[in-house]
């Protein structure tokens, strides 16, 4: 019995969690929930029943499947399941009236063979990465409303009668969820693809920080100082390292969102795409510079502490060149200050090649010295790449 | 006309390639219009259609939607379907029942309050991880039919037995696409995620020779012999860095698939996904290795000449031991090989090292090759990391 209590104390306490990380979803559950409620009215109110009947389920069906956490995903699967069930209904009926002309033994012959050829097809479609990404649900639903409409057709007489019932009740449900989804708490897609970008710019900067003054905090100080509580720096930025699925869906939807906040329709999403994909690359850098603080091979700390100068001033300038980035997207202005801590960075990168040129080396133990030099100098180029593309 | 043209031969081309680069997607597009119209034979053939009635469009969306391109995922899906409508059937026609004992007015009223209530919640526990990943579908099908049941109590009378049908319809869709992913050319998500994982290693490991040779290439011959077509081999371990989704989702359907060739069920699908992992682990040091292909800074040629030896005997024994441990995995043997050569790599990391410590720097400009040599040990680290955990 203990043990029950203290499960459903854990459970209580991570459904708090989930809700507390983002209320939204609360909100998001809350809203599924109206949208069935309003749809389930067709049922509930005489005059709406009396005119859709039973068919009053496909509304039910469109909610449920078409409603999504975002307002582009909502929009994009309404938009494709109406635009499918349209088209894949006006081919059905076709194929009906084509399998009629066979006669009655012929008719569920070509009928089969008629859903076996067009459903194979539609299938192999959805191997198409375009289409899959897109197109997915559109193509789903257009299979399952040509085989219905084709097959049911062989024994329902009022097909057109009933197809046009069905459209109607899954055009209310789209709309449904289309207009709950953005007038109640929308949750855009866009805006989530914005914020994921300029948070990770700023989780990077945040490490390179930390990074800078861990791995020269051990030559000042002692080495056993370094509290764990001050490692958590470093995990902030693994998240970035798997988020392309994210981007790239948050992007798919994001372009089928209208206007909204301080986004137009037909904002350049794909920019973010391409900052997404230069950070990904900066943060394989970074998770490499990573290694270092961990690794045992440590320079002998008189050499880290030659070098600790210019190479505090890159990871500084470099993160302060981030952060502003950051801020650059967040606020939709064009990238000012952050160029400027760019060339400091630039310059510090020369000063350290200068002294590491001039430095006699006796010491050969470089092994954790220059490789966090040279990333610093891969993340500059990474950054100066980032600069260029980002026009907005 | 010549345009449009151009682009038929195009979609042609795109469409042949996507068949040869993996046919199992056509026989998979066969497969899923062959189960289709096995279930349209529910409208088809007299006693069937006397029996069940139009409940048969059931059995098509279950096959629409339960159908995926391997066994696990099929398996899981129509699992999930089965189990959802059959407890989400019962709880409605509870709720319905509970609804009837608060009079013609009460009920409409308890009714969607009770559908605002169960919707709401199924929808919040889509947001743990854990149900998404594994249960997502069954809770969107639980919702769906607690919906349409106690929606549609209301109005139909014989509820139990509309209930009864639509349920032997939705078995017998998930049976027929159970028994044709199985029994017909199956596609088996263990197979395919084992596949996955060792050509990932083999990739690694065809990166590393080629990274060996091609850096110190430039040393022996001229540098402007590289030819292009060599470098494909830089290009082979991207993929790598961006398939963790991908073997999850994998691993996912594993667990539901019987055993299959020399899988058992309950295969240690979980072992596979360490070692994606590891595989990751160290194609984000590689990334890092192969941007010093690249970079412009080139150590001179006389340094490169003297490191040569014990950089390039680290890079051979590393990929032989990945190779080694990519046929280890893929015959399933115990690691044997393996070791042997990655003893051999340690001990070259150790010779480099010394010539390291003894050479006398008097040029400064590392930048270029010990990274290379850092980042070679940390590799062999990791490879360390996934021999010790691979016990298969």
Redesign the interface.
């Known amino acids: 019995l203990e043990k029950s209590k203290d499960k459903a104390v854990d459970l209580g306490r991570?459904?708090k969690k989930?809700?507390q990380d983002d209320p939204r979803?609360?909100i998001?559950?809350?809203k599924?929930?109206?949208a069935?409620?309003l749809v389930?009215l067709l049922?509930?109110v005489r005059p709406f029943?009396d005119s859709f009947g039973?068919s009053?389920?496909w509304a039910?069906?469109t909610v449920?499947?078409v409603f999504e956490f975002t307002v582009g995903a909502t929009i994009s699967k309404g938009l494709n399941r109406g635009f499918a069930t349209f088209s894949a209904g006006a081919l059905g009926v076709g194929a009906q009236h084509l399998a009629c002309l066979f006669g009655e033994v012929g008719e569920?012959v070509v009928?089969?063979f008629l859903?076996?050829?067009l459903?194979?097809?539609a299938?192999?479609t959805r191997?198409?990465p375009r289409i899959k990404a897109r197109y997915d649900y559109g193509v789903?639903i257009f299979?399952?409303t040509f085989?219905?409409v084709s097959?049911?057709g062989?024994?329902?007489e009022k097909l057109l009668e009933l197809a046009q019932e069905r459209l109607s009740t899954i055009v209310i449900g789209g709309a449904t969820c289309i207009i709950v989804s953005i007038f109640l708490c929308p949750v855009w897609a866009g805006e989530d693809l914005h914020k994921l970008i300029f948070m990770h710019l700023e989780k990077l900067a945040v490490f390179l920080e930390g990074f800078g003054s861990e791995y020269f905090q051990s030559v000042n100080e002692d080495k056993a100082v370094i509290s764990t509580g001050e490692k958590t720096f470093r995990l902030g930025y693994k998240s970035i390292?798997?988020s392309?699925?994210m981007e790239e869906s948050l992007a798919n939807f994001a372009r089928w969102e209208p206007g909204h906040g301080r986004f137009r329709f037909g904002h350049p999403w794909k920019q973010y795409l391409k900052i997404g994909a230069l950070t990904r690359q900066c943060t394989?850098?970074i998770?490499?510079l990573n290694?270092?603080l961990n690794?045992d091979?440590q320079a002998p700390p008189a050499f880290k502490k030659r070098i600790q100068e210019p190479c505090m001033k890159i990871t500084l300038e470099s993160s302060k060149a981030l952060r502003m980035l950051g801020s650059d997207i967040k606020l939709m202005t064009e990238p000012s200050l952050a160029s400027l801590h760019l060339c400091n960075s630039k310059v510090a990168v020369d000063n350290l090649?200068i002294l590491?040129?001039?430095?006699s080396?006796e010491d050969?133990?470089?092994?954790?010295i220059?490789?966090a030099?040279?990333?610093a100098?891969?993340l500059i180029q990474v950054v100066k790449h980032i600069e260029e593309i980002y026009e907005a």
Request: proline share 3%; net charge positive.
């Open positions: 991570s459904i989930l809700g979803r609360v998001h559950s809350l599924v929930g109206l069935f409620t389930s049922y509930y029943y039973i009053g389920i039910l069906m449920n499947f569920p009928l089969g859903v076996f050829l459903v194979g097809a299938t192999f191997f198409f789903l299979i399952l085989s219905m097959v049911s062989y024994r329902v390292l798997t392309n699925n394989y850098q998770e490499a290694g270092y690794s091979l090649k590491l040129k001039t430095t080396l050969a133990e470089l092994l954790s220059v490789p030099a040279t990333v100098s891969v």
